[in-house]
């Protein structure tokens, strides 16, 4: 990585991944000649890179692709039907002709000639000169222009021409486009650094980014290290220096790497956005969202995600696969650190695009997960490990309540590192839960030669339980089981043998992706992800720099959701975190638990093909709103008159239906915003309903969202 340490993310017990000498915005050592990055597809690249970096980016509501954006009014605006536009467009122009020709043969008397009259010298009249032939015809093409004007008022020439003419034709205008700004209004130039002085180093990264050296994630990343220099993390010297040796090279990740192997989503680090789609031109839509790109970021993550929808949806390809390459790309630049968790060959990008990959019972993975999350505490490890072996257990019976299970663990978890320096593992673990005298009486012994008494007392009562009525060391033991399998053997070392992960490591930007085995291990794999989502809540709670994005991605989360994680959920705001949870159905998530999550989520999507009481769960926190109903009465007008009935058919011509007498009736209902039968049955294919909540407390209502726009 740099000269201050090497990063090769194989870790320790002690500590699973090793940290730079500074945080990793800091600005450090670098290859004499920064080695041009490999572009991932996607990315922009050259004079793409510019005029990426210059394109507008309004303010706009949540969840809006604001990447060269154009807001919108608040309400739509009447629009006259087209075919009732075209048809009045031609009516006017045929009475302007009509007018003219009037005009010009005379059958309208000759008054509106007398204001040429008045102006032409009676020397002119004869013969006819060149001069008043000029003024004649001026005159005549003033008089038609007027004609012209009027009807095309009348007719509304205007927006036929915004409808269907160049300006329909014509895309967004991009800021490069035009000339180069300022250097003082030039994002490419770094004002910001101009402004605090730093002259040099701006000149050499705008140089940069003219020559094509220049990614979006390169100044993603140097922005980032910038920010920790405002904030006096870092001093300007040492920043300055690092930009000038090294260019757009400076500062660089951990790892070294300067971009993904492969884009899939389009991305805007200016933002931090990552485009999932696009809003529907549905009526159910607000205005000023219909056709607008759809967008994530760490703004709306940090409030977490849930969706929801059965196989085949779209949650893994159109939902986790952008967010996952989107926080990734956020870990290169050093604002943020994701871990993935999903199945075992899921499309969750290659393995290059990770720092570490943890794949769980295959024997060519290179990295272990620690079971303990790294702690030294025996009551924080009880803790977490209840939590992943008894948490899914909410009904009030055997096992079913935390607190007892983190009380047997902590009973024996002090006493065994006391004696060994070290947690069990899994075969230890389970023999110690499951009463068995050779290892009990082990740690008897020393606790009594190291003079531990207290701890003592706990394993004495932890063997007086054993042989009660009820005693949760039994459910604990057979959960336990479960992870002391052949399969697992090499995995769950607590010796300091393997290299395992923890994720203490998230107060850095780094990538993780752990593979969990569903096959044959189902039951296996949702306590492991139990596990992780208990680590991930309980070490982002305790980190320093909340200024980097926390989240956790879990792909499947069936059998997850238990009552201590959806307390944990709530508290990620405030700790600058988030999670995003997938799931088939709600049916995977216990009753008393399902409206708690919804409440509890900031982003909630349904999916094409979501059940009738799945939408009945969504409509409910979605709620109500108030909306103006319209009750329309259509009487058709019988004409009696030859006259009458021509203007009947005229009528009829224009605007393409029968004259009718209508009447409107309008009052105001409160109706549901999405019905559970219109999340069952009216959302199209690869679309969704999207409502969205930042963590500044915006909320965007549920939007139809096409995940392909």
Not at 141 to 167: C, D, Q, S
């Amino acid at each position: 990585m740099d000269g201050d340490g090497t990063r090769d993310a194989r870790g320790t017990h002690a500590n699973p991944v090793p940290r730079p000498a500074g945080p990793p915005e800091m600005p450090t050592e670098a290859p004499t000649v920064p080695p041009r990055p490999t572009r991932a597809p996607g990315s922009p690249d050259g004079s793409a890179f510019l005029t990426w970096l210059r394109t507008p980016r309004p303010q706009a509501l949540p969840g809006v692709w604001r990447f060269g954006h154009r807001p919108r009014p608040e309400e739509e605006p009447e629009r006259v039907p087209g075919r009732q536009l075209l048809s009045g467009a031609v009516i006017a122009f045929l009475v302007g002709w009509l007018v003219w020709s009037l005009l010009w043969n005379g059958y309208l008397g000759g008054w509106w000639l007398l204001p040429l009259y008045a102006m032409i010298p009676d020397s002119w009249a004869e013969p006819h000169s060149f001069a008043s032939v000029v003024v004649v015809y001026a005159y005549y093409v003033l008089v038609a222009g007027i004609i012209m004007v009027a009807v095309g008022r009348l007719g509304r020439w205007g927006e036929i021409w915004r409808r269907y003419g160049p300006p329909a034709w014509r895309g967004a205008a991009t800021a490069g486009a035009g000339p180069a700004p300022a250097p003082e209004e030039d994002p490419a130039a770094w004002p910001a650094l101009r402004a605090a002085g730093a002259h040099d180093a701006a000149e050499r990264l705008a140089a940069e980014a003219r020559s094509g050296l220049m990614r979006d994630v390169d100044h993603a990343r140097i922005a980032r290290a910038w920010q920790g220099v405002q904030r006096g993390r870092h001093s300007l010297a040492t920043f300055t220096g690092a930009v000038l040796s090294h260019g757009a090279a400076a500062c660089p990740h951990p790892s070294g790497a300067r971009d993904l192997p492969v884009r899939r989503a389009r991305h805007d680090l200016v933002t931090g956005q990552v485009r999932i789609g696009a809003a529907a031109d549905d009526a159910r839509n607000p205005y000023a969202y219909r056709g607008a790109g759809l967008a994530l970021g760490p703004e709306l993550l940090g409030t977490s995600l849930l969706a929801v929808g059965p196989a085949g949806s779209g949650k893994t390809g159109s939902l986790v696969r952008p967010l996952t390459e989107s926080l990734c790309l956020h870990a290169l630049a050093g604002r943020a650190a994701v871990v993935v968790v999903g199945a075992a060959g899921a499309d969750l990008g290659p393995a290059d695009a990770y720092d570490v990959v943890v794949r769980i019972g295959h024997p060519d993975s290179v990295y272990d997960l620690d079971l303990y999350g790294g702690t030294t505490d025996p009551d924080e490890a009880a803790v977490v490990l209840a939590e992943a072996l008894v948490g899914d257990l909410t009904d009030q019976h055997q096992g079913g309540d935390t607190r007892r299970s983190t009380t047997v663990l902590a009973q024996l978890l002090g006493p065994f590192r006391a004696v060994h320096g070290r947690f069990p593992g899994v075969p230890e673990l389970r023999q110690l839960l499951e009463g068995a005298p050779g290892p009990l009486a082990e740690l008897r012994e020393g606790l009594r030669a190291a003079g531990q008494d207290s701890l003592l007392r706990e394993l004495d009562a932890r063997e007086r339980q054993m042989d009660r009525p009820g005693d949760v060391g039994g459910v604990l033991a057979d959960r336990v089981a479960l992870l002391d399998r052949p399969a697992f053997a090499p995995f769950f070392d607590t010796s300091g043998q393997s290299r395992p992960f923890s994720l203490k490591a998230l107060d850095h930007p780094v990538r993780v992706r752990v593979d969990l085995p569903q096959r044959g291990h189902a039951d296996a794999s949702r306590m492991l992800a139990r596990l992780v989502l208990a680590q991930f809540t309980a070490s982002v709670s305790v980190r320093e720099d909340r200024s980097l994005f926390a989240c956790l991605v879990l792909d499947d989360a069936s059998g997850v959701v238990t009552p201590e994680a959806v307390r944990a959920v709530q508290r990620l705001r405030s700790a600058g975190a988030g999670v995003v949870l997938t799931l088939r159905t709600l049916d995977d998530v216990p009753r008393p638990l399902r409206g708690p999550l919804l409440g509890a989520i900031g982003c909630r999507m349904a999916l094409s093909g979501l059940t009738p009481w799945d939408g009945q769960d969504f409509a409910e926190v979605w709620g109500k709103e108030w909306t103006e109903a319209r009750d329309v009465t259509d009487r058709q007008i019988i004409a009696e008159t030859p006259a009458g009935k021509a203007v009947h058919m005229l009528r009829r011509v224009i605007t393409g239906k029968a004259p009718t007498a209508r009447a409107v009736t309008v009052r105001q209902v409160e109706r549901e915003r999405w019905s559970a039968s219109e999340l069952a049955h009216a959302v199209p294919a690869g679309h969704a309903v999207l409502s969205l909540t930042s963590v500044k407390g915006e909320h965007a209502p549920p939007l139809l969202v096409d995940l392909h726009g």
